[in-house]
């Protein structure tokens, strides 16, 4: 893959059901400030990303920050990170399943959100199983066109914003702090390009390159998309709704426009299941190649050279998690898991050995304590993710003490 396929995979990964599904919820907190809520988000995947963009380019390996955690920091280290890089993203692939599934029943409601969301897990379990370069094409076209709608969305919807839904304004409410937190989750695949490093071309350039310009074109797109749904509805509305911009967009009384941002919702959030599953299956594949994880799970198809047991493992974890899960609890779930991989990132980088990166070990730094806040948030905001979060990280723990002991 080239640079605007990694860019793109990485774009691919970010927007998706943070903007359409996840808008609704971060609302509910920040209210009118929710642009604000969303700028904070970015700023701290910004820090982190920095740090993502130096060690890729130290070392662009399949993996990422598995790989380098395991190195940098331990060995015990680098198998939590990767085992909660599998749990974060195999809960934001079951998040971004049900955001589909919800704005396909938005357009016909003969569809059961619960196992339209399972049929298309199996479904894009299977474009991931047949390679790589197809399912970077596939992506593109989803990509283009979900930027293309999003575009419209702001542009059309802007014609109908009402000042009076801005009257609330109040960026230093502690709602947006809680909203950055859910917001943070949207920003949540900005270095998924990291994970496919083995193969782009010229990683060491392409795929730190790809890391921010993939954080910019989202964050541009998330803020306005922001501003315009709550000028169209208000914050209230948003908070309310499971498919937040077909119901903004309805504000302006043209059906035809809100069945244009429902499909728009569906490729989006399709677009991140695609990658979702292709970096869970990717992060299995190397961890499996160290013998951490079953030595099936690195195997390769004779014909389709993907991991074929780890796409397909990676699949039906997120099958039975839509049928089982609701979608809020998975969002804090998975924003749990990927605020502890990113701290252990930002961690990596800082005990990277290299006199020239002064200026970047303070944005390593603040990578980290501003993980670990987001993870206090965690602890306030939504307390059973926690629970579930420390249960996935004492189930990681054991399996490693019984690995190291066989």
């Known amino acids: 893959m080239g640079l605007w396929d990694a860019t793109a995979i990485s774009v691919g990964a970010i927007i998706g059901a943070g903007i359409y599904m996840v808008v609704g919820i971060a609302a509910g907190y920040a209210g009118s400030a929710l642009a604000i809520s969303m700028i904070l988000a970015a700023l701290v995947s910004m820090f982190t990303a920095l740090s993502f963009c130096e060690l890729t380019a130290w070392q662009p390996r399949e993996g990422s920050i598995y790989e380098y955690a395991y190195q940098l920091v331990s060995p015990f280290a680098g198998f939590l990170t990767g085992w909660m890089w599998i749990v974060s993203n195999t809960f934001a692939g079951a998040a971004v399943a049900l955001g589909f599934a919800s704005y396909l029943h938005a357009l016909f409601p003969a569809f059961p959100p619960s196992w339209t969301a399972a049929m298309l897990c199996l479904l894009f379990t299977a474009v991931n199983f047949v390679g790589v370069r197809e399912s970077a094409l596939f992506n593109n076209i989803l990509v283009a066109a979900k930027l293309a709608i999003l575009g419209f969305f702001v542009f059309y919807g802007a014609l109908y914003v009402k000042p009076s839904n801005f009257v609330d304004f109040n960026p230093f409410q502690?709602?947006?702090?809680?909203?950055?937190?859910?917001?943070?989750?949207?920003?949540?695949?900005?270095?998924?390009?990291?994970?496919?490093?083995?193969?782009?071309?010229?990683?060491?350039?392409?795929?730190?390159?790809?890391?921010?310009?993939?954080?910019?074109?989202?964050?541009?797109?998330?803020?306005?998309?922001?501003?315009?749904?709550?000028?169209?509805?208000?914050?209230?509305?948003?908070?309310?709704?499971?498919?937040?911009?077909?119901?903004?967009?309805?504000?302006?009384?043209?059906?035809?426009?809100?069945?244009?941002?429902?499909?728009?919702?569906?490729?989006?959030?399709?677009?991140?299941?695609?990658?979702?599953?292709?970096?869970?299956?990717?992060?299995?594949?190397?961890?499996?190649?160290?013998?951490?994880?079953?030595?099936?799970?690195?195997?390769?198809?004779?014909?389709?050279?993907?991991?074929?047991?780890?796409?397909?493992?990676?699949?039906?974890?997120?099958?039975?998690?839509?049928?089982?899960?609701?979608?809020?609890?998975?969002?804090?779930?998975?924003?749990?898991?990927?605020?502890?991989?990113?701290?252990?990132?930002?961690?990596?980088?800082?005990?990277?050995?290299?006199?020239?990166?002064?200026?970047?070990?303070?944005?390593?730094?603040?990578?980290?304590?501003?993980?670990?806040?987001?993870?206090?948030?965690?602890?306030?905001?939504?307390?059973?993710?926690?629970?579930?979060?420390?249960?996935?990280?004492?189930?990681?723990?054991?399996?490693?003490?019984?690995?190291?002991?066989?």
């Open 174 to 406: 502690g709602g947006v702090l809680f909203a950055a937190f859910y917001s943070f989750f949207a920003y949540g695949g900005f270095a998924r390009a990291a994970v496919v490093a083995e193969e782009v071309k010229d990683a060491e350039k392409n795929v730190p390159r790809a890391i921010l310009l993939s954080l910019l074109i989202s964050t541009v797109v998330y803020v306005l998309v922001g501003i315009v749904a709550i000028g169209l509805v208000g914050a209230p509305k948003l908070a309310g709704s499971t498919s937040p911009l077909t119901e903004a967009i309805t504000a302006t009384g043209n059906a035809a426009a809100a069945h244009v941002v429902s499909v728009g919702g569906l490729i989006a959030t399709a677009s991140v299941l695609l990658t979702a599953i292709m970096g869970v299956s990717r992060m299995m594949y190397a961890m499996a190649r160290r013998g951490d994880l079953p030595q099936s799970l690195g195997k390769l198809h004779s014909a389709f050279e993907t991991p074929y047991y780890a796409v397909w493992t990676t699949g039906t974890a997120m099958t039975l998690l839509v049928l089982l899960a609701d979608l809020t609890r998975i969002v804090a779930v998975s924003t749990f898991a990927l605020l502890f991989y990113y701290t252990l990132a930002n961690i990596a980088a800082l005990k990277l050995r290299n006199p020239e990166r002064s200026h970047s070990r303070a944005f390593s730094a603040l990578g980290a304590v501003t993980c670990l806040t987001f993870l206090v948030v965690t602890l306030i905001a939504k307390p059973e993710a926690l629970i579930i979060g420390v249960a996935a990280l004492a189930t990681g723990s054991l399996y490693y003490g019984i690995k190291e002991k066989i």
